[in-house]
């Protein structure tokens, strides 16, 4: 079996740091270089009639849509907040078949539309699908530790523990109290905290200081992890990209 290749992204809406420029192709000839296998991206913008009108070089199609095309990868999408002119939410883009999927509301105030998008791939060679959860979680600490529970709870119960599971994404979790409740409550590990004894800093992108995305897996063995903080990462979105490579561990 070969390893999965993981890549987790907080896509902007496909805008620049700053919102000035639109990214999307420079976000698909980047990620087209790491060859991935599955990718979990937040932020994804299905559509925005305002930057339609104001940036020529806006894509006519959902960037979901745009960013598989381009990659040749199969593509599931989470709507999480809907709007007058358009919405977003979470994607994952995987170059496997995708069994099912379905998306999981975890807002927990009226001012911010939260999601965790469930998906069951068939990984080619593997003896048992693998369950990705692609989350973006809210800004304010006592929100996120409702999600973190909620987050376990679902696993728990709508999981089966012998399938391998990754849940990645944006937890916007500073101050690193995620990765015990999901250890604790769903018997998750996070990938960089296992290799390297910390969470990878990755916001903001061109001076990463905040350890806000994350890679946690159950029943896979990371292998090896990174930031992708080169060029043209740093230009592309407000966020750094994170990587695992992992396998599954057989019993």
């Given at each position: 079996m070969d390893p999965l290749?993981?890549?987790?992204?907080?896509?902007?809406?496909?805008?620049?740091?700053?919102?000035?420029?639109?990214?999307?192709?420079?976000?698909?000839?980047?990620?087209?270089?790491?060859?991935?296998?599955?990718?979990?991206?937040?932020?994804?913008?299905?559509?925005?009639?305002?930057r339609a009108l104001y940036h020529a070089d806006w894509s006519s199609v959902p960037q979901h849509h745009f960013l598989a095309r381009r990659l040749n990868l199969r593509a599931?999408?989470?709507?999480?907040?809907?709007?007058e002119h358009g919405h977003h939410g979470n994607a994952v883009l995987t170059r496997f078949p995708i069994e099912s999927w379905c998306n999981l509301d975890i807002s927990v105030n009226a001012y911010e539309s939260r999601g965790v998008l469930h998906c069951q791939l068939r990984p080619a060679g593997w003896p048992t699908p693998v369950v990705a959860?692609?989350?973006?979680?809210?800004?304010?600490?006592?929100?996120?530790?409702?999600?973190?529970?909620?987050?376990?709870?679902?696993?728990?119960?709508?999981?089966?523990?012998?399938?391998?599971?990754?849940?990645?994404?944006?937890?916007?979790?500073?101050?690193?109290?995620?990765?015990?409740?999901?250890?604790?409550?769903?018997?998750?590990?996070?990938?960089?905290?296992?290799?390297?004894?910390?969470?990878?800093?990755?916001?903001?992108?061109?001076?990463p200081m905040l350890t806000l995305d994350r890679i946690y897996v159950r029943g896979l063995r990371p292998v090896c992890a990174s930031v992708l903080g080169d060029m043209p990462w740093p230009h592309l979105s407000d966020h750094l990209p994170l990587t695992a490579s992992l396998l599954p561990i057989l019993v």
């Open positions: 290749r993981v890549i987790t992204f907080n896509m902007h809406k496909g805008m620049s740091p700053l919102n000035r420029r639109v990214r999307l192709e420079g976000i698909a000839r980047a990620l087209d270089t790491q060859a991935p296998d599955l990718v979990f991206l937040q932020e994804v913008q299905g559509k925005n009639q305002r599931a999408y989470g709507l999480n907040a809907a709007y959860l692609c989350a973006h979680l809210n800004l304010l600490g006592h929100d996120r530790r409702k999600q973190y529970h909620t987050l376990a709870n679902y696993i728990r119960h709508n999981i089966p523990p012998e399938l391998p599971l990754i849940l990645a994404g944006d937890f916007n979790d500073w101050r690193g109290q995620a990765s015990h409740c999901l250890q604790d409550e769903a018997g998750l590990t996070e990938v960089h905290l296992a290799l390297f004894g910390s969470h990878a800093r990755s916001f903001p992108a061109r001076m």
